[in-house]
T-cell receptor, first 113, second 112 residues
Framework: DGGITQSPKYLFRKEGQNVTLSCEQN?????MYWYRQDPGQGLRLIYY???????QKGDIAEGYSVSREKKESFPLTVTSAQKNPTAFYLC????????????FGQGTRLTVV | QQQVKQSPQSLIVQKGGISIINCAYE??????FPWYQQFPGKGPALLIA?????SEKKEGRFTISFNKSAKQFSLHIMDSQPGDSATYFC???????????FGTGTSLTVIP
C-alpha cells in the first residue's frame, strides 16, 4: 500500500537532548513537509523540500533541522535550541505541480520532560 | 500574516443539523482550496477540494461554496452525524505551489 509513515508514534525525551523524527513515503512524491500542530494554532510549517538535497525553512524553522538525502525520506531533528518542543508533529507529501492533495502521516507526539 | 483565516474555532451541532465552517483568504493567486478532516491522534485527510472556476462542489453530505469576489469559501456538512465530530482545516495553495496555507482549524462536535 502506498502511503506516508511516521515513527515513532510517541516519543519522550529529556530537556536538552536532540531527537530525530522519521518520515518515509512510497508515493513517489517530490515534495515533503513537516508541520507542527498545537491546540488552537492549526498547522504551522517547519520545513519543506521539493527535491532531493534541497529544502527551505517554513514559518517556524528555528530550533529544527532536516535533511533530504533520498526522495523517500525526510527526517526532522528537534534540537535543544527549540524552546518549546512538546507538540504533535505531522509529515506530509504531495506532487509539486497540479491540483493535488497533500497526504499526511499519522503524526508523532513528542513530549519533552 | 495569516494567509487563510478560519472561523469558528469550535462548533457544536445537533445530529441531523447543518454544520458551516467559513474561511477567507488574502492572495488572489491561490487556485486550489482543499478541506481536511482530522480525528484525534491522526493525521489530516483530504475531505473535499475546489478550484476557483466553480462556485460550488458537492460530495455526498459535504459541500464547498466558493465566492471568488469576496475571497471566501465555506464547508457545509448536511445531516451532521456524531461520526463527523473532528477538526476541520481549510487550506489554499497554488497550482505550481510548494506548500499549503492552512487555516487554524475548527473543532466540530455533533451531539446525538
Amino acid at each position: 500500500d502506498g502511503g506516508i509513515t511516521q515513527s515513532p508514534k510517541y516519543l519522550f525525551r529529556k530537556e536538552g537532548q536532540n531527537v530525530t523524527l522519521s518520515c518515509e513515503q512510497n508515493l513517489n512524491h517530490d515534495a515533503m513537509y513537516w508541520y507542527r500542530q498545537d491546540p488552537g494554532q492549526g498547522l504551522r510549517l517547519i520545513y519543506y523540500s521539493q527535491i532531493v538535497n534541497d529544502f527551505q525553512k517554513g514559518d517556524i524553522a528555528e530550533g529544527y533541522s532536516v535533511s533530504r538525502e533520498k526522495k523517500e525520506s525526510f527526517p526532522l531533528t528537534v534540537t535543544s535550541a527549540q524552546k518549546n518542543p512538546t507538540a504533535f508533529y505531522l509529515c506530509a507529501s504531495r506532487l509539486t505541480v497540479g491540483y493535488t492533495e497533500a497526504f499526511f502521516g499519522q503524526g508523532t507526539r513528542l513530549t519533552v520532560v | 500574516q495569516q494567509q487563510v483565516k478560519q472561523s469558528p474555532q469550535s462548533l457544536i451541532v445537533q445530529k441531523g443539523g447543518i454544520s458551516i465552517i467559513n474561511c477567507a483568504y488574502e492572495n488572489t493567486a491561490f487556485d486550489y482550496f482543499p478541506w481536511y478532516q482530522q480525528f484525534p491522534g491522526k493525521g489530516p485527510a483530504l475531505l473535499i477540494a475546489i478550484r476557483p472556476d466553480v462556485s460550488e462542489k458537492k460530495e455526498g453530505r459535504f459541500t464547498i461554496s466558493f465566492n471568488k469576489s469576496a475571497k471566501q469559501f465555506s464547508l457545509h456538512i448536511m445531516d451532521s452525524q456524531p461520526g463527523d465530530s473532528a477538526t476541520y482545516f481549510c487550506a489554499a495553495s497554488f497550482f505550481t505551489g510548494n506548500q499549503f496555507y492552512f487555516g487554524t482549524g475548527t473543532s466540530l462536535t455533533v451531539i446525538p
